[in-house]
């Protein structure tokens, strides 16, 4: 079945510096790969998506490339705020099969930025 | 704002009891989406309804049922609720397609005493 393992957190970084977390995956077919961040006390919001190979995807300054060959889609920001502290959620969904599109989740990893 | 509405915010119930969870999926959205996340379970996928029509199951306890209405809200409905079922509940709504973007509303928290 299908699977998502990302970095074990929780991740502390300083204002400013550069940031990684890692994500690969495990399933069948070709899955749409999608970051999420949860805030403190709030529900999932998207924050960016890829749905083919090399496909990047952007948005507030994080990005992610859709990797097949090393199934992975790591998520980099080159300068972090305050406001990125949150939890972020790496997750595919498969549209086709038996799946109908239901989201796999990571772990989650807690980031921390400290000013 | 997601457009998606979970109603209520918290629900502080008794072991044994019966409780409902209701979504009002954004507008236009056809698909509900249901899930759980625990400390120790992390976001787990219960179950997903298609315009009324129950589409996929995850790991869904046979206490637990859900149904989707006609005007596309849904509900879902624990029973003999025990300890270990306290959680955050989310409900996800998406209109389809190859990207199936699903859109999360902020959650019930249920605390089972």
């Known amino acids: 079945g299908n699977s998502v393992t990302q970095m074990e957190g929780p991740v502390t970084l300083s204002e400013e510096a550069f940031l990684t977390i890692n994500c690969t995956y495990t399933?069948?077919?070709?899955?749409?790969l999608f970051w999420y961040v949860q805030y403190p006390g709030e529900g999932l919001q998207l924050l960016l998506k890829?749905?083919?190979?090399?496909d990047k995807g952007s948005n507030k300054g994080f990005e992610a490339t859709y990797r097949k060959e090393t199934t992975s889609f790591h998520l980099e920001k080159g300068s972090v705020q305050v406001s990125d502290s949150a939890v972020y959620f790496c997750?595919?969904?498969?549209?086709?099969?038996?799946?109908?599109?239901?989201?796999?989740f990571g772990q989650g990893t807690i980031l921390t930025v400290h000013p | 704002d997601s457009g998606v509405t979970q109603t209520p915010k918290h629900l502080i119930t008794a072991t044994g009891q019966r409780v409902t969870l209701r979504c009002s999926p954004r507008?236009?959205?056809?698909?509900v989406y249901w899930y759980q996340q625990s400390l120790d379970q992390g976001l787990q996928f219960l179950i997903q309804?298609?315009?009324?029509?129950?589409?996929a199951k995850g790991n869904i306890l046979e206490r637990f049922s859900a149904q989707q209405f006609p005007d596309l809200h849904s509900e879902l409905n624990l029973s003999s609720l025990e300890l270990g079922d306290s959680a955050l509940y989310f409900c996800?709504?998406?209109?389809?397609?190859?990207?199936?973007?699903?859109?999360f509303g902020a959650g019930t928290r249920l605390s089972v005493l």
């Open positions: 996800a709504s998406s209109s389809g397609g190859v990207s199936n973007i699903q859109y």
């Open positions: 399933a069948t077919g070709y899955p749409s």
């Open positions: 890829a749905t083919k190979a090399d």
């Open positions: 997750a595919l969904s498969n549209a086709g099969g038996t799946s109908y599109g239901k989201l796999t």
């Open positions: 507008s236009g959205d056809l698909s």
């Open positions: 309804y298609y315009n009324g029509e129950e589409r």
